[in-house]
């Protein structure tokens, strides 16, 4: 590479000031440079030595000041040319896999299927379904996409750094906050509370609403919030108060939580796949709430012979939850009804509706009951991390406080 020598002054006047266009003469330079850059091994250090001594042996005749005003400005655009050259991964969309062309493509997305991390944690035989191809184009294209995204194994501290960014939304009491890990519910994660009528899981569903919209030094994600409404429980008059105690504006809180009311469990479904789509066009989603979700399905399937049903469509439902909440670093909280069992001969006969598919599929299990003097408990059943433990909050018109 050569810096010709009659370009040098037009150089120096770009680092002096003495152009009235700066920005145009570092251009100039920029054009010197590109048609032998792209030759240039890339680092750093290496092309700017190199250009480094060009510019010191066409300028002999020049001050030191102005040799070294030179090479300023050619080590400013060699590293803006090197960071041009150091471009982010090329981001590969469906139709890059093997059997997968747009018309397939377009299937998929209506399926709720938009980018390689949904199809590759999908089974051959779902894919084949979705997309209309056989089962080996599906195996095929499910392979590749696993190979592309590295989906294979990794080291414990790898692991870690992955798991550095999830977020956490505070409940509005520190209580509650402490007995989740100390900063709320997080991310990745399906939290479940349940316990009978009256026991404050739809309020702690409202202030979590409002709460993610908060910044995150305060506690929040600042994104919006999903609610999926089973029972009729969303009411924006009690979202407007609980704003107002924040001190946040009422009106811009409500219209940044998307309310959808499921009037039966394939509808609840369907709602599902919904938030992917609109994750895709742009919505910074950051909480799924679902109120409650065990209402249709205890509903429409009844009695002994319909159980495996049931269970089987909870079940992939409930993982459906799980790949939205991992796929796009989002919390899922989920109330769920409760039952009296009458085989409990002593303690506490509650128990939550789903048996041991909900169970497994919840990350952090909390049971709510009414305590004493208007006061709730929350007590922690299941946890991968947590000990068991119980706290003491209050519900006011401010939302999920820790005192009265």
Known sequence: MVVKKDNIEEIKKAVSGESVDVAEDEEKVEDYLEEDLDEEIGEDSIEEEIIEEEVVEEAEDDSEE????????????????????????????????????PAVSAKLESAGVFDMMSL???????????????AAVARKAILASRDILDLGFTDGSEYEKKRSNFI??????????????????ESRAITEAFGAFGSGKTQLGLTLAVNVQLPKEKGGANGKAVFIDTEGTFRPARVKQIAEGLGANPDKV??????????????????????????????P???????????????????????????????????????????????????NQV???????????????????????????????????GSRVGKLIDSPNLPDNECVFFVTSDGVVDTL
């Open 66 to 101: 102005e040799v070294l005003a030179a090479k300023k400005v050619v080590k400013k655009t060699v590293k803006k040319k090197v960071a041009k050259k150091e471009e982010a991964p090329k981001e590969f969309s469906l139709t890059d896999l093997p059997g997968i062309g």
């Open 339 to 373: 039952m009296s069992n009458p085989a409990q001969m002593f303690g506490d006969p509650t128990t939550a509706i789903g048996g041991n598919i909900v169970g497994h599929a919840s990350t952090y299990r909390i049971y709510l009951r009414r305590g004493k003097q």
């Open 120 to 134: 590759a944690v999908m089974g051959p035989s779902e894919l084949s379904d979705a997309a209309g191809v056989s």
């Open 254 to 283: 409500l219209k940044n939580i998307l309310v959808a009311r499921a009037f039966n469990s394939d509808h609840q479904i369907l709602l599902v796949e919904k938030v992917g789509e609109l994750i895709k066009k742009g919505e």
């Open 168 to 185: 956490n939304v505070t409940t509005g009491s520190q209580n509650l906050n402490e007995l989740l890990g100390g900063r709320g519910i």
């Open 285 to 335: 989603i950051k909480l799924v709430i679902v109120d409650s979700l065990t209402a249709h399905f205890r509903a429409e399937f009844s009695g002994r012979g319909q159980l495996a049903d049931r269970q089987q469509r909870l079940n992939k439902y409930l993982h459906s939850l799980t790949k939205l909440a991992e796929q796009h670093n989002l919390a899922v909280y989920v109330t």
